[in-house]
């Protein structure tokens, strides 16, 4: 790892617009994926958002929305180095949702 990715860096990343999100990709693309990471807290703050995208839906397609935001996230941690730290973030914040056991996190491959 050379490049460690912030919150702010991660969200220009999933936007895909804008001229920050142009600077960004286009110096991104010039190292190997494996050059960039991002740390446990980025993760955890990521999470927490997605939580709460899920905690405020109006209607069953913005909660179904909110959890493909999570889910993603969980498939990408690959980027994240601590990965048993991971596990414990997740498991705790899969755990507040209804619907959803902390079971499930574990059985799901984090890197």
């Not at 709460?52 to 493909?68: D, F, H, M």
Request: hydrophobic share 40%; glycine share 4%.
């Amino acid at each position: 790892m050379k490049y460690l990715l912030d919150t702010d860096h991660l969200s220009i990343i999933q936007r895909q617009t804008g001229q920050d999100y142009v600077n960004l990709s286009t110096h991104m693309a010039q190292y190997p994926l494996s050059d960039f990471a991002i740390s446990v807290v980025t993760f955890h703050e990521q999470l927490l958002g997605s939580h709460t995208y899920i905690s405020r839906a109006r209607n069953e397609s913005e909660v179904v929305k909110g959890y493909e935001i999570m889910v993603s996230l969980i498939q990408n941690s690959h980027t994240v180095k601590d990965v048993a730290l991971i596990r414990i973030i997740c498991q705790k914040i899969l755990a507040i949702r209804r619907g959803y056991r902390s079971k499930w996190c574990i059985q799901t491959q984090l890197g």
